[in-house]
């Protein structure tokens, strides 16, 4: 009898852990979200109407705008990973915060370099005519190609009355060989009949501003590429720029290797959660609430600064207040300390 009763209790106690190892998962699971309630809240936090008789119009409508590409998921109903969601925040950040002209303009400022305020463009840029050469090309025409999607992307006042001058710049070596042509794009002079100079753009002005901007980001992009997430390697290789692009905006941070690491983890495979992943979404939606990251992609700390901040550019969310706040020796230098040597 007694035996019966000590297999029902263990049956009993079987069952209750079975249950409640259920429960478990499943309360862990809810936490995660879905790649379709993912799609679901973008749409509805951009606000963009959908196909109410389509079987899947969220999906649809991510489609069209193409924040999501149709070989991206196998299933929706999978949870969403940590990369997935970045290569879609990324795609969005694209989509919400550009427009035609502004993606055409930075595709040309990328191939440009900027020397004393006016702007070279190699010939074997996009939007030098294909097939044509110095010979047979005037590169006064190059203006009529570029005007339009300058004046698309900039207001009219950027440039005033002057309007654009193009010409051809070749750059030789010692022994007299072209090595590079370039087309240099400027401001033509308000004097009507000098049409040899170019003047430069302002340094204050939109273009020379996006040019810096576009530039400075490129390069924030390659350095977390290059060294700042310690596990690059297990994201898969097409979706590594996107991972580097989100995190080098201060959008998704990652996780710390500890101090004085310069780089952190990123965690790709693993799921992420719904409230973090509408974080994301409203990060790329509110760049203000978006964390700092310096120039070479690291991480900035705002809060717990160390006395000293103020002689610093910014503080490092890897580096200790005591790193900073140390006296190294040429402090005690009487130059130093009277402010001489400054």
Not at 10 to 15: R, Y
Not at 68 to 93: G, H, M, P, Q
Request: net charge negative.
């Amino acid at each position: 009898m007694m035996r019966v009763k000590e297999i029902l209790i263990m049956l009993v106690v079987a069952m209750l852990l079975v249950i409640c190892g259920g429960t478990q998962k499943a309360e862990a699971a809810s936490k995660y979200i879905k790649v379709e309630d993912f799609i679901k809240y973008i749409v509805q936090e951009m606000e963009w109407e959908i196909d109410e008789e389509s079987d899947q119009p969220y999906i649809d409508m991510a489609i069209e705008k193409e924040i999501l590409k149709e070989d991206d998921f196998k299933d929706y109903s999978e949870y969403l990973t940590r990369t997935d969601c970045a290569v879609i925040a990324n795609r969005l950040d694209t989509c919400a915060l550009s427009n035609f002209y502004i993606d055409e303009v930075i595709e040309f400022l990328r191939a440009c370099n900027l020397f004393e305020g006016r702007l070279y463009y190699e010939l074997s840029g996009k939007l030098y005519p294909k097939g044509e050469t110095v010979d047979t090309y005037d590169a006064r025409k190059f203006s009529q190609v570029i005007t339009p999607i300058l004046k698309g992307a900039f207001p009219s006042d950027t440039w005033g009355e002057q309007g654009l001058r193009t010409r051809y710049e070749k750059i030789y070596d010692k022994e007299g060989n072209t090595i590079k042509t370039f087309i240099i794009i400027g401001l033509a002079a308000s004097d009507i009949e000098n049409v040899v100079e170019i003047l430069p753009f302002d340094n204050k002005s939109e273009i020379v501003k996006l040019w810096n901007n576009t530039k400075d980001n490129d390069r924030k992009v390659a350095a977390v590429l290059e060294k700042r997430i310690s596990d690059i390697n297990e994201i898969p290789k097409s979706k590594r720029e996107a991972v580097a692009s989100i995190v080098a905006k201060g959008i998704i941070k990652g996780y710390s290797n500890g101090l004085y690491i310069q780089n952190r983890e990123f965690r790709g495979s693993k799921k992420i959660t719904e409230n973090g992943a509408k974080d994301v979404i409203q990060k790329v939606l509110h760049p203000e609430k978006r964390a700092l990251i310096s120039p070479d992609g690291q991480l900035i700390r705002t809060t717990n600064l160390p006395k000293n901040a103020a002689d610093y550019t910014y503080i490092l969310e890897g580096f200790p207040n005591k790193y900073y706040e140390m006296i190294f020796r040429f402090m005690y230098l009487t130059g130093f300390k009277d402010g001489s040597d400054r």
